[in-house]
């Protein structure tokens, strides 16, 4: 029981320390899991970039040869993807043209190392007829040009909105495909460097093409994530792979929904924990405060509120605990006893009796300051203990309160003629225990009545 009063009692600081610890534990495990999710997102993107890069420049580079060496007599059903080839001649004043369908400067040098060299230069081409991207080839070989165009087909896979890996390009002009060479009309919200992205440039039937791609770019913690479509059960993180020889991006979502559902669960586990010490700070506190009114309502008289015998039994220990603390004081008990109070009863009626001696309490803790202590022991009997600097300050708030009770309009308005008390005053500070001070001063209280009533009678 003294344990669990010691809980109650220091539940503020119990609790603050719990929460602290869990937020540590947990906040430290989350950072943990979160730097291993960045991690693996930073390999998995060198990885991704590294491969794609490498399959893009060795596939280009085996077109390139074989196109390069044999642009006259290629054979397109024997050459994969290849949907057609064209040839016309090549003069001088066709450099800019050429230059420009690639991107490039007719003056730059890797222009002209085609023309040497016979290197493939490469661009993407939108058919706007069948809504295809294609890939081309321009091969320069004086006097002529040879151009061939690709389907992007077979070289990935035909990707949709349920795929794990969603893979589209990003053209110069900020246009979206499918790796297949179908447009999509593709969305980016909330993003700072793409607010907004779709093919609006592209003609009114593209834009009703499939398929659409709707990304929402979200964070936990510093990670950023895209949901497709506002789904909230797959998460993909964003790879973009730079393809320079084709004047475009390669954007790869790359699928971490595992990896973000464990921190999502790790951050609700946390909130599900200090929501539970919350619960139970709530019910202690709740506990508290029942044991606080039931401790008042045991210690307190139920009908003027002040303390009761029960409480006046620890008065000596709470006595020597403050004068061990504060500066020693001189301690006063005074015992107050109305005067006639069975004729007021008796006159008056029991009611009258009670309102006399809810006033007359009303009194007591208006005179006494906020660290004295005032008790009803008995049916119109009081104790008050008082802590002052001198014993003279003791008799004359004794006096003092004698005065008030004798002169009180809301008394003289309930009894005709008022109501006076007598008292008894002793000063504690000589080492006498509290019940022996109260036998003394209730001696006191009766010379009082015995020499007229209405006085202080003090052993000061």
Known sequence: ?????????????????????????????????????????????????????????????????????????????????????????????????????????????????????????????????????????????????????????????????????????????????????????????????RSSNSNSSNSSTQLD??????????????????RLNSDDNRYFHLITVPLPQLNAKLLVFDNMTTSVIEIIRSQKNLIEVILLLGLFYVLMQAFSRYQDRTAQALESDTLTGLKNRLYLEGASSRIAQSQQQEHPRCVGVIAIDLDHFKMINDRYGH?????????????????????????????????????????????????????????DHQLHSQVSGGVSASLGLVDLSTGQSIEEAIICADELLYQAKNRGRNLVESSI
């Open 1 to 193: 029981m003294n344990v669990l009063k010691v809980i109650i009692k220091q539940r503020h600081w119990l609790i603050a320390c719990a929460a602290l610890c869990i937020l540590c534990l947990h906040i430290g495990d989350i950072r943990k899991l979160a730097g291993f999710v960045e991690k693996d997102q930073q390999h998995r993107t060198q990885l991704i970039q590294f491969l794609v890069q490498d399959n893009v420049s060795r596939t280009l580079e085996v077109l390139g040869t074989t196109l390069s060496s044999s642009s006259s007599q290629i054979d397109v059903n024997n050459l994969k993807g290849a949907i057609h080839t064209s040839s016309s001649s090549f003069y001088e004043s066709d450099f800019p043209t050429v230059a420009h369908r690639f991107g490039i400067s007719d003056e730059s040098s890797l222009f002209a190392n085609a023309i040497k060299h016979r290197r493939t230069l490469w661009a993407l081409d939108y058919d706007q007829a069948n809504s295809q991207l294609h890939l081309v080839a321009g091969n320069i070989q004086p006097p002529n040009y040879f151009e061939t165009h690709f389907d992007l087909m077979p070289y990935f896979p035909r990707i949709n909105s349920g795929s794990n890996t969603i893979l589209m390009i990003e053209t110069e002009h900020q246009e979206f495909f499918m790796p297949s060479g179908e447009s999509a009309n593709i969305t980016f919200a909330n993003q700072s460097n």
């Open 209 to 226: 093409a499939e398929p659409t791609f709707h990304f929402t770019e979200t964070h936990l913690g510093n990670l950023p994530f895209f």
């Open 351 to 407: 009611h009258t009796g009670d309102c006399v001696l809810v006033r007359v309490s009303e009194i007591l803790l208006e005179s006494v300051r906020r660290h004295d202590e005032c008790y009803r022991i008995g049916g119109d009997e009081f104790i008050v203990i008082i802590k002052t600097e001198k014993q003279s300050d003791i008799v004359k708030l004794a006096d003092r309160i004698r005065a008030k009770i004798s002169s």
